[in-house]
C-alpha cells in the first residue's frame, strides 16, 4: 500500500507496462506521522478500506499449470496456486506476511518460478512459487509455499537453479499441535540427499525470536558447492502478527545486512505455510433468516464455507455446495445442530455453528360413531417425529393432546351433524412454540339418534313450504317480478325524483356477492392475467383443465346463471394478449358454440381487448388450437364472422359464431345478443340481463330486472356496472312494450365506463 523514502522511485513490475511514477503512492517520512494517523481514525477505519480496496486484486488472472491434475498434489492448499498475469502488489519484503490467516490465493502463471526440466511442460517444470517485484528489481523475492513431503526435493531444485543464497522462513514446522511446513534440512549434521542435491547443515545459532543456519548445498554431477543462509523467525504466532514491532523490524535487518553484503542479483526465498491474501471472517449463523418445515432447513448464508452439516445426534446431513445451505428428509420436530466449517489440505475451520428445531410432525386422526351421535371417539397414530403437546378444535372447544395419548372422546355433539376438526401440534422451545400445519378433517355423528326426531323434521319441513308460499304470495322485493301490464307504471314510479327510486335500488344490490372468495384470482401466479380488479368468484369461476406442470387452469370468466339453465352464459374480460391462449383453451374445453364480443379493440386510443382471431383467412395457432376465419359480414353496427376451431391433437374440428357488436360508444349503453359475452362485467352484464329479461317478459309477460341482477352478481362482481345501465335495462323493457313509434323520452344517462 505505502512505503517511505528520502528519495523518488519509478518502478515497473508488470511485463510490457509503461512505468508510472510512483509519486502520490509513496508518503515522504516527515508526512508519515499525519498518514498514520489518519488511517487510525474511526477504529482505523482507513486501514479498513485500503486492504479492502487489495481484495481483488489478480484474482482474475489464470492459474492453468496450478489446476492440472498432475500438479495439484504439490499444493499445500488446493486454493492457493501461481496466477497468470498480475503482480503481486506487495512491494515490500513484509508486506506478504502481514495476516497469518486462511487465505485464498494461487500462483500466478507468468510469473511463477519454473524448475528446469529436460522436456519442458507444466508437470516437470511446476513448483508452487512465485517471483516478487522488491525495491531494487523485479524479480528480487521469490514467494513459496512451505515444503511438502513430496516438494522437498523441487524446493532444493529451485534454490539450486536459482542462484539462491538466502532463505527467509517466518512459520515454524508444527504450530498448535498441526504440521505447517515440512523441515526441509537435516536435524544434525548429517548431510540428506534430495534428488541431485546434498544439504549439510554446518552452523545453528538460536536466539530468542529466531534461529540462524548456514548450509553447504552440493551438486552430486559436478560437485559444485554453495552456501546457504537459512534466517528462521520463530516468533510468529499461529493466528495474528508479532508483538510488537522492534523484533521483525531487527530480524529484517539481519536479512537485509546479509543481501547487501552478497554482490550475487539472485532472489531471496521467502517463505511461510501459505500465501497470505484473503482472511478467512467468522460468520454470525445467528443473523442467518433460517427457513424451518418439518422436513427441512433452509438459508442463505455469506461467509467463506466449504461444508455444511446437521446433525441431530444420530444421524448427519450434509448440503449441497454453495451459499444457499439446504439440509432436506430430516427427522420432523426434532433439534439439529447445523456446523459450518472452512476445509483446508490440513485442517478443517468452524465458522459458526447453532442449534434449531424444526416443525413438529402433524397428526392424522380418525373420527368414529359414539354415543348415540351425541359423541365422537377420534383416534391417533403416534406420528413419526417429536412433538410436546397438541391443540384439537371441534365443535368450538379446544382439547390438549400429549404423545402418551392415542384418543380423545368428544362429548355433546349433536345425532347426524358434520363437524369440521382442526389439529395443530407443538414442540415447545426455548424462544416461542413451534406449530405444525393445521391437520383439518371432517367427523360426522351417528345418525341413528335422529329417528325419533324424524316426525318433528316433516312438521318443521311443512312449516318451511308455508313460509314459502306465504313470502311468495307477498312477493318482496328481492324475488318480486313485474307484469307487462304494470312495468309502465312501475317504471314511471321509479323514475320520480330525478330517478330517486333507480338510485335506490341499485344501490341496494351493491354490497351483493362482496364477501365471497377469490383466492385463485390473487394467487402470485395468476394475478397478472387479470385485466382490472374485477375478480371471479372461487365457487363459480370456470376451470381450464390442466396437463402441463405449469398450467394453473385459472382463467378470468365466470359462470352466469340465464333463463333456461344455471350456467347458461360465460361471462369473461376481453382477453390480453398473454391470456388469448387461456381463451381458446376455454371456448375448446367448454364447447362453446357463439361468441358475443361488446366492446372494440381500441377505443378512446386505449388498448381495450386483444385481438384473438387470425387478421386474414391464413389460420393462427393459439396453443393447441388452430383458428381460421371462414367467413365476415360486416354490417352497420355489427361484425359476423364464422370461425373453424381445430384440435391440434386430435383434428376434431368445429364451428364458433362470432357476433361482434361495433357501436357500443366507449361511455355509453346500447345493446346486443348471444351466448359467451366478454368485456368484463358493465357491458357483459347489461347485455346478458337484456336476453334473459326479454325471453322472461316473451314467456311470462313479466320481468324481474332486480331479482336477476341480485342473481348475476352473486356470481360474478359489478354486473351492469353503473346506475346508467340499469336504467337503460328498464328502458328497453318500456321500448319493447310499446308501439312502434311511441316510444317516451330516454331517462337515462350515457355515463357508462
Known sequence: MFGFSSRSRKTSFLPGSKKSDSKGKIIPVAKFPDHYHQLSLDENRGFSQEYESLADAGTNQTQKAATLPENRRKNRFTNILPCESVVFLLVFLWHFIIFKNVFILLPDDWSRVKLNASTPNNTLDYINANYLPGYSSSREYIACQGPLPNTV????????????????????????????????????????????????????????????????????????????????????PDHGVPQGTEVLIRFRGLVRKHIESEESKAPTVVH???????????????????????????????????????????????????????????????????????????EPYLQCSIKIPIIPPSLAPLCSYWGSGYSALIKWAEPDGVWTTAELNIN?????????????????????????????????TKSDPLTSEPSIFFCSTDNRGVIGGSVFGVLLFAVLICVIVFLFLKKPDFIRTVSAAKFPDHFQQLSLDENRGFSQEYEALVPVGTGQTCK?????????????????????????????????????????????????????????????????RMIWEQKVKRVVMVTNHIEAGLTKCAQYWPEDTNQSQYGDVLVSVTSELKEQNWTLRQFTVKQKRSSEERSVR??????????????????????????????????????????????GIKDFLHRMRRHRSHMV???SQYIFLHQCIMDRLQPPGGQDEHVYENDDM
Open 272 to 346: 511461510c505455510r501459505y500465501t497470505p491474501v484473503y482472511p478467512v471472517y467468522p460468520i454470525n449463523c445467528i443473523a442467518v433468516s433460517w427457513s424451518v418445515t418439518n422436513s427441512s432447513i433452509q438459508g442463505t448464508v455469506e461467509g467463506l464455507f466449504s461444508r455444511a452439516t446437521a446433525s441431530n445426534g444420530s444421524e448427519t446431513v450434509k448440503s449441497p455446495e454453495g451459499k444457499n445451505v439446504t439440509f432436506s428428509n430430516l427427522h420432523p420436530g426434532a433439534t439439529y445442530n447445523i456446523s459450518l466449517l472452512y476445509e483446508t489440505s490440513n
Open 520 to 584: 385463485a384470482a390473487i394467487l402470485p401466479e395468476n394475478r397478472e392475467k387479470n385485466r382490472f380488479n374485477i375478480l371471479p368468484y372461487d365457487w363459480c369461476r370456470v376451470k381450464l383443465n390442466t396437463s402441463a406442470p405449469k398450467e394453473t387452469g385459472y382463467i378470468n370468466a365466470s359462470y352466469i346463471p340465464g333463463y333456461n339453465t344455471s350456467r347458461e352464459y360465460i361471462a369473461t374480460q376481453g382477453p390480453l394478449p398473454y391470456t388469448v391462449v387461456d381463451f381458446w
Open 153 to 236: 526435493d523441487d524446493f532444493w531444485r529451485m534454490v539450486w537453479e536459482q542462484k539462491v543464497k538466502r532463505i527467509v522462513m517466518v512459520t515454524n514446522c508444527v504450530e498448535a499441535g498441526r504440521t505447517k511446513c515440512e523441515q526441509y534440512w537435516p536435524e544434525d549434521r548429517s548431510p540428506s540427499t534430495h534428488g541431485e542435491l546434498i544439504v549439510s547443515k554446518t552452523s545453528e545459532e538460536r536466539e530468542s525470536n529466531w534461529v540462524l543456519r548456514e548450509f553447504k548445498v552440493k551438486h552430486t554431477k559436478d560437485a559444485e558447492e554453495r552456501t546457504v543462509k537459512h534466517f528462521h523467525f520463530t516468533a510468529w
Open 396 to 428: 368450538g372447544k379446544n382439547f390438549t393432546l400429549t404423545p402418551n395419548q392415542n384418543r380423545l372422546t368428544v362429548d355433546g355433539l349433536q345425532p347426524a351433524k358434520t363437524y369440521k376438526v382442526s389439529v395443530i401440534s407443538k414442540l415447545e
Open 658 to 703: 362470432h357476433f361482434h357488436f361495433t357501436v357500443w360508444p366507449d361511455r355509453g349503453v346500447p345493446q346486443g345478443t348471444e351466448v359467451l359475452i366478454h368485456d368484463g362485467v358493465g357491458r357483459t352484464g347489461t347485455f346478458i340481463a337484456l336476453d334473459f329479461l326479454l325471453q322472461q317478459l316473451e314467456k311470462q309477460q313479466a320481468v
Open 721 to 723: 356496472q353503473t346506475e
